[in-house]
């Protein structure tokens, strides 16, 4: 069963609008959260991360929001720049002893000139 | 070099062939993680090293994958009989610690014929 979900496959914006990347998890146990983005023939870079006593945290463009009721998390790029256009994943972690990363399956976001 | 680096980039086998993936992390990274990412997913957890131990293997999927890091820096990742369902990419990532920000190196593309 897929722990980390991102249900949007695709996400097209116009630049200089603002794109909305979605996440949801299902286990209770995941405390820290973070969203890497991943060019072609490139391994995934880190863009932002959150932590479960957090609801919000913001780095200049980015914005990633987190609805721990919900177990749904967000990342907000505003305004979209076309070097944006990436594959999106939304990534989790516990603090017990495991220290892998439980990936969702991405988000292509393309950013239209 | 500055960040993770991964050999080969591309590989092409035949079905019950032995390989051998290398990854160099980056240097006093002590946290060696190895993924794997099948088309259309995001990585999946296949094992972590803390030194030259593997702290969990949990996600190894099954004994023909095997994983080495004798000298706590280099690792080699290592798939006995290969299968065509073990076509995928290869994702090596390393870290300052068991918590830290975790760096991707570019990946090494599987390719079971």
């Known amino acids: 069963d897929q722990q980390v979900k991102q249900n949007s496959p695709s996400l097209s914006v116009q630049e200089g609008r603002i794109s909305i990347l979605n996440c949801d998890y299902t286990n209770s146990m995941f405390d820290y959260f973070l969203w890497y983005k991943k060019y072609p023939a490139e391994g995934p870079t880190f863009l932002i991360s959150?932590?479960?006593?957090?609801d919000k945290n913001e780095d200049g463009r980015f914005t990633v929001f987190l609805n721990k009721s919900a177990k749904h998390l967000s990342l907000h790029i505003v305004p979209s720049q076309p070097g944006d256009s990436a594959v999106y994943f939304c990534a989790a972690r516990s603090s017990g002893s495991a220290r892998q990363l439980t990936f969702g399956s991405g988000t292509q976001l393309t950013v239209l000139p | 070099g500055a960040g993770v680096s991964q050999t080969p980039s591309n590989k092409v086998t035949e079905k019950g062939k032995y390989v051998e993936l290398r990854c160099d992390p980056i240097s006093g990274h002590t946290a060696l993680y190895w993924y794997r990412q099948s088309l259309g997913q995001g990585p999946e957890f296949l094992i972590y090293f803390q030194g030259t131990g593997a702290a969990d293997d949990s996600g190894l999927p099954n004994d023909r994958f095997f994983a080495v890091r004798p000298e706590g820096s280099v690792s080699t990742l290592k798939i006995q009989r290969t299968e065509r369902g073990d076509s995928a990419v290869y994702l090596c990532?390393?870290?300052?610690?068991?918590?830290?920000?975790?760096?991707f190196g570019p990946g090494t593309r599987l390719t079971v014929l």
């Open positions: 959150i932590s479960s006593i957090k």
């Open positions: 990532a390393s870290s300052l610690s068991s918590v830290g920000e975790q760096f």
